[in-house]
């Protein structure tokens, strides 16, 4: 018998509108349509039995022939049957609107924020049980909602008050606009400080990180701690290098007097090293607010000797060269050696600071103007 027009052969199928004769309609099998997957197939063979004429009964009878155990049920096989019948024409499955939800509401939102809001320690657990939602609910709410991660506090060497945070940028808005009248300001400073060298200071990660392939074993060292035996090192620089540096005596510390003599011992290398600012009576002094340096012995010495004192804002290392330059560049080149005795770390204190060169300190000097910039941009605490 003849096929109609729009169908290829017998054993191909299309939904087009087909006219079969019963012979081929007896001989189509659904198990003929390969690489279907077999929920949504059943059902485009439901639609199919439906455009042939079939009754539910046969089409369930077909499903169940050519589909073997996994065959729809009768049920599920009718209620498609009568949809497709009635004219609907697709065979996925309709879009549902879902289980509302509770947990990520706007009053939960709000819950949420305040409970944080007031303890920002909370962990998100204490946060499910307090709001009555789950883990993952709150977790989203805290990072898609309010858009807030847990990260650790920041060690500084000190929390500063609104009144130390607002001298920090009166400061330096001061020394920005001095330096804006005079360029050559900088030129005429000397900063200095002192700090604690140690025989043995432990190297940081970074210096103890090696190269290792996939199969090489990873690398461990014992926990150490800094020696008890170290020297105490007081050093000057300007511009163009270190101008003055000394040891402390072993068992003495920086009172007024010791650094009184030190300020003496400073002004007669600058007249050596350094005569030109010792000719224009230019010498501008930089230390920060330790006891010994704001002593009145010390500033009845320097305005006799017309030394002017550049101002430092309280409890702030951040700004001061020798801890954000001079003293980190000396450490890091000694940690992880041992010396053995207060003699060895002084020779090497030394050899490691005649090894910095011009343009560093010149450097420094530039990076302690950008530092007065953060800080008035910022007008926070430590950088």
């Known amino acids: 018998m003849s096929v109609p027009s729009g169908v290829v052969g017998c054993g191909s199928v299309r939904l087009l509108h087909v006219s079969l004769c019963v012979?081929?309609?007896?001989?189509?099998?659904?198990?003929?349509?390969?690489?279907?997957?077999?929920?949504?197939?059943?059902?485009?063979?439901i639609k199919f039995c439906v455009r042939l004429g079939k009754t539910g009964s046969e089409t369930f009878e077909t499903l169940k022939r050519d589909f073997g155990d996994s065959f729809m049920s009768r049920?599920?096989?009718?209620?498609?049957?009568?949809?497709?019948?009635?004219g609907r024409t697709s065979t996925a499955n309709e879009d549902r609107s879902?289980?509302?939800?509770?947990?990520?509401?706007?009053?939960?939102?709000?819950?949420?924020?305040?409970?944080?809001?007031?303890?920002?320690?909370?962990?998100?657990?204490?946060?499910?049980?307090?709001?009555?939602?789950?883990?993952?609910?709150?977790?989203?709410?805290?990072?898609?909602?309010?858009?807030?991660?847990?990260?650790?506090?920041?060690?500084?060497?000190?929390?500063?008050?609104?009144?130390?945070?607002?001298?920090?940028?009166?400061?330096?808005?001061?020394?920005?606009?001095?330096?804006?009248?005079?360029?050559?300001?900088?030129?005429?400073v000397i900063t200095g400080d002192e700090s604690i060298v140690y025989a043995y200071d432990p190297e940081t990660k970074l210096q103890s990180s090696q190269w290792k392939s996939p199969a090489s074993p990873r690398p461990k060292k014992a926990r150490m701690q800094k020696s008890k035996l170290k020297a105490m090192l007081i050093c000057f620089f300007d511009q163009e290098g270190i101008v003055h540096r000394e040891f402390v005596p072993p068992g003495m510390t920086v009172i007024a007097d010791f650094y009184f003599n030190v300020l003496r011992r400073l002004r007669e290398n600058v007249r050596r090293k350094r005569p030109q600012k010792w000719q224009n009576q230019k010498l501008i002094i930089h230390h920060d607010n330790a006891p010994a340096h704001r002593s009145f012995k010390v500033l009845q010495f320097l305005a006799k000797n017309s030394m002017t004192v550049v101002p430092h804002p309280p409890y702030s290392p951040d700004l001061a060269p020798c801890d954000f330059f001079l003293f980190p560049n000396l450490k890091l080149r000694m940690k992880g050696r041992r010396f053995d005795t207060i003699e060895e770390i002084q020779e090497e204190s030394q050899r490691v600071l005649d090894r910095i060169p011009k343009r560093d300190f010149q450097g420094c000097f530039q990076a302690w103007q950008k530092r007065w910039d953060r800080c008035i941009r910022a007008k926070r605490g430590v950088l």
């Not at 081929?24 to 063979?45: H, N, T, W, Y």
């Not at 049920?75 to 009635?86: D, P, Q, V």
């Not at 939960?108 to 609910?137: F, M, P, W």
């Not at 847990?150 to 130390?164: H, M």
């Open 98 to 188: 879902g289980r509302p939800s509770t947990a990520t509401t706007p009053s939960k939102v709000e819950e949420v924020r305040a409970a944080v809001n007031q303890d920002r320690r909370r962990t998100i657990h204490d946060l499910c049980s307090e709001a009555g939602i789950c883990y993952g609910s709150c977790q989203r709410i805290l990072t898609e909602q309010l858009n807030m991660h847990r990260i650790a506090a920041k060690f500084v060497p000190r929390v500063l008050s609104q009144d130390q945070k607002d001298s920090r940028v009166a400061i330096c808005q001061e020394l920005k606009e001095t330096v804006i009248n005079d360029p050559t300001l900088l030129l005429n």
């Open 75 to 86: 049920s599920r096989t009718f209620e498609w049957f009568g949809r497709f019948k009635n």
């Open 23 to 45: 012979h081929c309609i007896s001989r189509l099998r659904f198990s003929d349509i390969g690489g279907m997957a077999e929920v949504d197939e059943q059902r485009v063979c």
